[in-house]
RNA sequence: CGGGGUGUAGCGCAGCCUGGUAGCGCACCUGCAUGGGGUGCAGGUGGUCGCAGGUUCAAAUCCUGCCUCCCCGACCA
């Protein structure tokens, strides 16, 4: 490629509504165009990189038995109605009607209509185990699009489905799919972690996360300090507090608490810390009544560990003041178990305290020295809060640190959710109908190559590794407008790396140095060759590898610079 | 969805308060000079000032409505 014949528009400056490095570098190196919110087209350089994450992650998939297919992006209501996520998945899922007045949807993932395929096509356990994958555009109507590529409405998803006919055999496919994955992103050359997670709205029971680790990830990932043992917070399990709930020491008391409306201003206001003050949340439960849910008042209720509370709606539904007053006597901020008639689950941190301070169900009154088993019946106990940096981690391997990761892929075993929803049977060796157990796995394509720039980028642009770089190497004359031997050299270096089969691209552009330069470092192509009079005078080349802090002189020869492309350089004298 | 901001040339911004010829930097085009780190000088192209309505002799500017985009939040009592 000749860059002059080929489109690349770079600005100088930061585009102003561009938070991240990544969405500011795509911007800037012209990778991508914003259309719309979270709409964005992929212009020539962009969509050089991204078909190189793509075409790794087809060939480990194809490794690892999947194999390829393509399911249309629009897709009937029907199925959906099938499984019940047309109204499940909510306005998530953009929805649209056709001239016959038939609903569709703009597929946010493709269950529903692999499992259609599926019962169609598979009759029979000898058909069984099958991985199928696609690499397809999906859109999800994010309330709130950000960070460019990142967390766009349009993007780019590898998917996967796998069907078995038992859990040992869905097991298998997923550790082929885990060991996929892990190449991949060995492969592209990021710095990433497999994290435990929860399933989410996608269902099913096991699930692991893989994260590119980046300050400015989205998600929270508790990780052993010492250990192995990481997941995402939201499905951090946190342990119970050891050894027996201290002694009661003094009477229970209420007290006055006027304006105090937070746990912060409770625990001032009495001198009481907040680790021994209990939070309490009225949320809905599944019957449609209120309950309440009890914390430490340092602590933070996790919304995905309380909807899987069989007891709680899901998702989440916090009751508001005045149906708080109705049936618990008080507004929020003078809220406690005691005396509540409704259940009331609490977690295992606030179940662990003695004496502690709450709410007394009386605006502006509060509860001290409260013990369970004597002030109010022996709790329910569960897991309600989320891990804190600093927390055993479950496994006991030492304490977790948080740190923040890009989620780029994620790998769940679904069970039969869907394939009985969608009445997926094949006959088994039996000659029984059969509920096939059913696996699923996607990589954020669009999302890999941002996390990338993420990890690879300095203060000059971007630093493609070499997997994805859009182009391997540069060669770059200096004042080719003047220097005819400069330019016929160049072309010549170019067109020979070319027949050595190398992904070499040639700056014709007749840039002046200076900007030619910061634009290459700009786009982040991993290799420079310079080619120029004064290096051609002593029979050198100058050679740049776009991470080195300096340039060397290699010989001018093409061997050289082979070898140098391979990290092999000359020692400098 | 709630709050805050924003919208003027492809990008970054000023002008608006106090109504009166639409500006600056970058980019782009032309010429000359320059030629190893975003070069200099000169000239130039490009804008129904988000949309609609209103006030006024006159609106980018004041008023009303709508829209866009961005940020923060979206149950933590």
Redesign the pocket.
């Known amino acids: 490629m000749r860059l002059s014949q080929f489109p690349i528009t770079?600005?100088?400056?930061?585009?102003?509504?561009a938070?991240i490095v990544s969405h500011q570098l795509m911007l800037r190196a012209g990778l991508i165009r914003?259309l719309?919110?979270?709409l964005f087209s992929w212009m020539p350089l962009g969509l050089r990189v991204l078909q190189r994450v793509e075409a790794i992650v087809r060939e480990e998939m194809t490794r690892a038995g999947a194999v390829e297919l393509l399911m249309p992006s629009i897709q009937p209501a029907e199925l959906w109605e099938e499984s019940g996520r047309w109204t499940k998945m909510g306005p998530q899922m953009l929805k649209m009607r056709d001239r016959h007045d038939r609903d569709f949807c703009y597929g946010p993932t493709h269950e529903e209509v692999i499992c259609h395929h599926v019962r169609q096509d598979v009759k029979s356990y000898k058909q069984l185990p099958v991985n199928y994958f696609q690499i397809q555009t999906k859109f999800r109507d994010e309330?709130?699009?950000?960070?460019g590529v990142m967390r766009s409405r349009e993007f780019l998803m590898k998917d996967a489905y796998s069907f078995h006919m038992d859990a040992a055999s869905l097991e298998e496919t997923y550790q082929a799919m885990r060991a996929a994955y892990t190449r991949i992103f060995e492969r592209i050359g990021v710095d990433f972690r497999i994290v435990q997670a929860d399933s989410g709205d996608i269902g099913g029971s096991r699930s692991e996360e893989f994260h590119v680790l980046a300050a400015s990830g989205e998600d929270a990932l508790a990780v052993a300090r010492d250990g192995q043992y990481a997941a995402n917070v939201e499905a951090a399990a946190t342990l119970p507090a050891p050894g027996p709930r201290p002694t009661p020491t003094a009477a229970m008391q209420q007290v006055e608490t006027p304006h105090c409306?937070?746990?912060?201003q409770?625990s001032n206001h009495l001198g009481i810390a907040a680790q021994q003050c209990l939070?309490?949340?009225?949320?809905m439960g599944c019957n449609d009544k209120p309950l309440a849910l009890v914390?430490r008042g340092d602590?933070?209720?996790?919304?995905v560990k309380?909807a899987n509370h069989p007891l709680v709606r899901d998702?989440?539904?916090?009751?508001d003041?005045s149906a708080?007053r109705a049936c618990a006597g008080a507004?929020?901020?003078?809220?406690g178990p005691v005396g509540l008639d409704m259940p009331v689950i609490v977690d295992h941190a606030a179940a662990a305290l003695s004496d502690f301070a709450c709410?007394a169900n009386a605006d502006g009154m509060h509860l001290i020295n409260v013990n369970w088993g004597r002030d109010l019946p022996e709790p329910q106990v569960a897991d309600l809060r989320?891990i804190l940096d600093g927390d055993p981690s479950p496994t006991g391997e030492g304490p977790v640190q948080i740190v923040r990761g890009i989620e780029v892929g994620h790998i769940f075993q679904l069970g039969r959710k869907y394939t009985e929803a969608m009445n997926v049977t094949v006959l088994d060796a039996d000659g029984r109908e059969a509920h096939p157990e059913m696996g699923c796995y996607g990589i954020g394509v669009t999302r890999v190559v941002a996390a990338c720039i993420e990890q690879c980028a300095d203060d000059?642009?971007i630093v493609w590794p070499e997997s994805i770089a859009p182009f391997s190497v540069v060669v770059a004359p200096?004042?080719a407008?003047?220097s005819e031997r400069a330019a016929q050299a160049a072309r010549e270096l170019y067109e020979a790396l070319l027949s050595e089969g190398i992904n070499a691209v040639l700056d014709d552009r007749?840039?002046?140095?200076?900007?030619m330069?910061?634009?290459l470092?700009?786009i982040g192509i991993p290799h420079r060759i310079?080619?120029?009079?004064?290096?051609l005078d002593r029979g050198a080349l100058?050679y740049?590898a776009r991470d080195a802090a300096e340039?060397v002189d290699i010989p001018n020869t093409l061997d050289a610079v082979l070898a140098a492309l391979r990290g092999d350089l000359p020692d400098q004298a």
């Open positions: 770079t600005t100088k400056e930061t585009p102003a509504d938070e914003r719309s919110s979270g309330i709130r699009p950000r960070f409306k937070t746990i912060e409770v939070k309490t949340l009225l949320v914390v602590h933070a209720i996790n919304d309380a998702p989440v539904t916090l009751v003041e708080a507004g929020f901020g003078s809220l709410g989320t000059k642009g200096i004042n407008k003047k007749n840039l002046r140095p200076g900007v330069f910061a634009d470092e700009l310079v080619v120029g009079d004064r290096t100058e740049k340039a």
